[in-house]
């Protein structure tokens, strides 16, 4: 089998047991629940793997703002899943449908975005759920969910490790971070902060080297353009939709020269992304696309 995020396959999982708790489960401290996640081998053969399963998040995980609360997935050191598609993770986590799953489709291809931009970006897989409740006679409707990559299995495959520190955006190498922020200001994303570590992680050569800001949780986009996303009130912005650069203030505009020209190269291929992804409706494809031209 190949490994989880090898392939941009959508793969079909089920997560059975006692469910309804772990989803009403929307406190700050989350409890783990005991479930079975399964899937279906290239032999038809079923994999079942016990995990531990908590919800996590703060917006998506808040009664009312989401159907679902964001999981984190645990495995045992020992078990099943060594021997499956999973066998490098120790927890994953799964994002779920917030008012429908077509946002989630919308936010695995952001992810692809950053990735044709940088292998230092998060990877992520199409995943089909479907809840299988013991309560109840019969499984629930499938629907989307992303499962991603963990940050230092995305730093090992970048030769790095993961670090945790409290510094400005300058302190970060610069070239990637100009690239980051680019990237958020083409999505049309104003959710993030290096100085918050707020939907930003940092990976460095080793702890002391200056290290290098990764995006994630793209859902309050313009590019997605969510029902539910909101921009932060200080911002003054009439709508997701309206783009605001975020990075820190550099008065020579030379020093973007390389950055402009990476995303110049990358054209075709980012609008490829959209193009050849058949499970978006049409609307939705040429209302992005004219976006990314407003870029």
């Known amino acids: ?16 047991g006692n469910l309804r708790p772990l989803l009403n489960n929307r406190v700050e401290e989350p409890v783990n629940y005991a479930l079975t996640l399964s899937y279906s081998r290239p032999d038809s053969s079923i994999c079942a793997i016990p995990v ?11 009664q009312g703002n989401c159907n679902y609360p964001p999981l984190m997935i645990r495995f045992t050191k020992e078990g099943p ?11 994953l986590k799964l994002v779920m449908p917030c008012v429908g799953d077509k946002y989630v489709i919308r936010e695995w291809l952001v992810y692809q975005l950053y ?14 759920v479907t809840l299988k409740d013991d309560k109840s006679k019969k499984p629930g409707t499938p629907f989307y ?30 070239e990637d ?14 959710d993030w902060s290096v100085q918050y570590l707020q939907n930003i992680k940092l990976i460095a050569v080793d702890s002391t080297a200056t290290p290098i800001a990764v995006p994630y949780d793209f ?17 003054l912005m009439r709508s997701i939709r309206q783009r605001r650069y975020r990075g820190y203030c550099i008065q020579n505009m030379k020093q973007y020269e390389g950055v402009v020209a990476k995303y110049n190269l990358l054209k075709n291929d980012l609008y490829a992304v959209y193009t050849n992804c058949e499970l978006l409706d049409e609307k ?12």
């Open 219 to 235: 859902d309050h986009a313009g590019i997605m353009d969510a029902p539910y996303a909101q921009t932060a009130e200080e911002l």
């Open 177 to 190: 971070f100009l690239m980051m922020a680019t990237f958020e200001y083409l999505i049309g994303n104003t």
């Open 284 to 295: 939705y494809v040429k209302s992005t696309l004219s976006f990314l031209d407003a870029f």
């Open 115 to 128: 990735n044709l931009v940088t292998p230092k970006s998060f990877r992520a897989r199409l995943v089909s």
């Open 1 to 16: 089998e190949k490994g989880l995020f090898e392939t941009s396959e959508v793969l079909h999982l089920t997560l059975s």
């Open 52 to 62: 531990d399963v908590r919800t996590r998040g703060h917006f998506r995980r808040l």
């Open 145 to 174: 969910g992303i499962l991603l990559e963990e940050a230092d299995q995305m730093a090992a495959r970048n030769r790095m490790v993961e670090v945790e520190r409290q510094l400005g955006p300058q302190q970060t190498q610069r």
């Open 81 to 91: 899943h060594v021997n499956s598609i999973f066998r490098e993770q120790q927890k």
